[in-house]
């Protein structure tokens, strides 16, 4: 496997009046899948969609969701997928975007059951796809949305709640800050927001955001810091970006 280390500071940034198009890859589960929007697809599908217009930074964008998928199946696909997104000139994806943990925090079967993913091995398999994914190019997490815990179980079978949560997301948090990856708290930020604010923008499941949720989720990537430190876009961009979500 020949690989590079890179930092996810990588020398990407460009100057204030343009911007470099990339290509970018989005791997984790639903919530990079899009489920709960069957009106815009999710927030990937519209930062695709919104890139493919002539003005737009041309940005070309791969969702690689799978439902369902834990952190250990990401780790398992991540550079057969990065690999085969090749098709300009065969190069190489320029950015990787990573959102995953909220299926390995769930218990099974009962609210005290056992964790589907143990969370000493959730810690290692974590930092396996971090490093993984830092040797194939610079790497961006945005982190789980908190459920509605009284909309629990999910499919009849799985538990999730906000204490779970919030552990598996810090050890994802932690885990970031020390390879220095820029990790976006979604967690914390939409608990902050407020009972009112979340129930709102969460589909009838419980678990997974619906349009209004997923438009949120797509407004905080759109403003987080990172994004620009990797060169996703200038500051007029975003504005212009901003402006269209608040017209769609």
């Known amino acids: 496997m020949h690989t590079f280390l890179a930092s996810s500071s990588m020398q990407l940034s460009v100057p204030p009046n343009h911007f470099q198009s990339m290509k970018i890859v989005a791997l984790g589960d639903s919530l990079i899948y899009g489920f709960g929007d069957p009106e815009k697809g999710g927030w990937i599908e519209q930062l695709r969609r919104w890139w493919m217009l002539p003005d737009s930074a041309g940005h070309v964008l791969y969702n690689l969701g799978v439902r369902g998928d834990r952190t250990q199946q990401v780790a398992q696909r991540l550079e057969v997928e990065f690999r085969h997104r090749g098709e300009l000139r065969n190069r190489v994806p320029d950015l990787i975007i990573l959102s995953v943990g909220v299926n390995d925090s769930a218990r099974l079967a009962r609210p005290d059951g056992r964790s589907y993913t143990d969370f000493t091995l959730f810690e290692k398999e974590i930092a396996t796809l971090l490093d993984l994914a830092q040797q ?113």
Not at 138 to 144: E, K, Q, Y
Not at 149 to 159: G, N, Q, T, V
Not at 200 to 213: C, F, V, Y
Not at 221 to 245: E, K, P, R, T
Request: charged share 25%.
């Open 136 to 248: 194939l190019c610079p790497v961006l997490f945005v982190g789980m949305v908190p459920v509605d815990e009284a909309k629990m179980p999910f499919l009849d079978c799985f538990y999730y709640n906000h204490v779970d949560q919030y552990r598996y997301k810090e050890a994802t948090r932690l885990a970031c800050t020390k390879r220095q990856i820029p990790y976006l708290d979604i967690f914390e930020k939409w608990m902050e927001r407020g009972e009112n604010w979340r129930l709102k923008r969460l589909s009838e499941d419980g678990l997974h955001p619906n349009t209004l949720g997923y438009q949120a989720l797509l407004e905080d990537v759109i403003n987080w810091d990172a994004i620009h430190s990797v060169g996703f876009a200038n500051a007029a961009y975003h504005s212009q970006f901003n402006y269209h979500l608040k017209q769609s």
